[in-house]
């Protein structure tokens, strides 16, 4: 029964024109017989309205248009051709009905407007004259009401259809919209967590790189010194992993983590450490805070950490091996305020105005996209009595 209904939909036109073989056979046999029982015979254009009728059924869907125009011709030839009422005029409902709910526009209303007009111009063309006028004027009232509720059910039909395409469009563009979210949300995630691997791991290996160069510098000379090296390295390695973990423990969905598997996020007083670290690994660093330490913004807090973990990263690197740095971190009422100096060879050209090359200055583009989600400034580059200079202002956002 399924596939019987299925293929009905599938071929509207074949059930139209299985309608319209009844319609014809009807209207012809039983005015036939009709008139046969009166002792006449149909009158020649019978056949021919009831023929032309029919087809308006059969093709109501494919063309609604022209068998609507079609349908308007074949009622003005019955008017003067003299062929009453008969069973195929139901197909002017039809018609009014399938273009109200699917054709044009100037169809509709020339629709609504033919079969207003149908049952005035019939009941005038065959008037009764054996009841009164009132009685006339009755039945051609009740003979264009349906011609109304055709349009009516069809207009209906085409208002419910437009709503429900409204509903399909607007569900698919919401789709395409959240797939658009989701990939920039996914992007932002993933440059997210490229920053804050490339800080963690730039920074800590680096640490453990000079420590491992000078321990074996002074593995025979000072076995102390050598020993003290070997610590930091494994410290900061421990310390690496932790990060490590803690971000790749963002990436894992789905899974229960106790509460303090995970370090938390760096902040603004975990600086000090990280001067301190510097210069356990051989860097001179001169540390100072200016204003008044106040909490702030995670957001800004980790900011502001990873930009002086990556300049000092920087110097270690590009610096040369006699360099030193200097960190000032200032609180202002309306924001914070990080001024990261060395007095090294500084970095070659194209890193900080070019962003990198081949793979390179990768810490200077994190810096600078750290700082604009933030909405602050960044300003790196050489100072003028040689070295490296990184001023950054982050602004504290007012609360809403």
Not at 303 to 326: D, W
Not at 363 to 389: H, K, N, Q, W, Y
Request: some cysteine; hydrophobic content about 45%; proline content about 5%.
């Amino acid at each position: 029964m399924q596939r019987l209904y299925d293929f009905l939909r599938r071929h509207p036109t074949w059930v139209d024109g299985f309608w319209a073989v009844v319609l014809f056979g009807i209207s012809v046999l039983g005015g036939a017989i009709v008139e046969e029982s009166r002792g006449t015979e149909l009158p020649a254009f019978t056949v021919p309205v009831v023929l032309l009728l029919s087809l308006v059924v059969a093709l109501r869907r494919r063309m609604p248009e022209r068998m609507l125009v079609l349908a308007l011709v074949v009622g003005v030839g019955q008017l003067i051709t003299d062929v009453a009422t008969l069973p195929a005029d139901f197909a002017l409902l039809v018609i009014v009905y399938t273009v109200a709910a699917v054709g044009a526009r100037w169809a509709s209303r020339l629709a609504l407007a033919g079969g207003l007009c149908a049952a005035p111009l019939a009941q005038l063309r065959w008037f009764n004259e054996d009841v009164s006028v009132a009685a006339n004027i009755a039945v051609m009232i009740l003979q264009a009401v349906p011609f109304a509720l055709a349009w009516v059910l069809g207009d209906s039909i085409r208002t419910r259809r437009a709503y429900f395409a409204q509903l399909e469009e607007r569900a698919a563009r919401l789709e395409k919209e959240r797939e658009a979210q989701a990939k920039v949300a996914v992007a932002a995630e993933r440059a997210r967590i490229a920053r804050e691997l490339h800080d963690v791991v730039a920074h800590n290996v680096s640490v453990m790189v000079v420590q491992a160069d000078g321990a074996a510098y002074v593995l025979d000379a000072a076995p102390d010194q050598a020993k003290k090296a070997l610590e930091t390295i494994s410290s900061t390695g421990r310390q690496a992993l932790a990060e490590m973990r803690r971000l790749l423990g963002v990436l894992r969905t789905g899974e229960h983590q106790e509460a303090g598997e995970y370090v938390p996020q760096p902040d603004v007083q975990q600086i000090e450490d990280l001067v301190e670290q510097c210069r356990g690994s051989g860097l001179p660093v001169d540390f100072k805070v200016e204003g008044t330490p106040r909490p702030l913004p995670s957001g800004l807090e980790l900011t502001a950490y990873r930009i002086v973990q990556e300049a000092l990263t920087n110097t270690r690197k590009h610096g040369g091996p006699n360099a030193g740095a200097s960190v000032r971190l200032v609180y202002f009422d309306d924001g914070l305020g990080l001024l990261v100096e060395d007095d090294g060879k500084g970095a070659p050209h194209e890193l900080y105005e070019e962003g990198g090359f081949d793979g390179q200055g990768h810490g200077l583009i994190g810096m600078r996209e750290r700082v604009g989600m933030v909405g602050g400034t960044l300003d790196a580059g050489p100072r003028p009595g040689g070295g490296f200079r990184i001023s950054v202002l982050l602004p504290l956002k007012p609360a809403h």
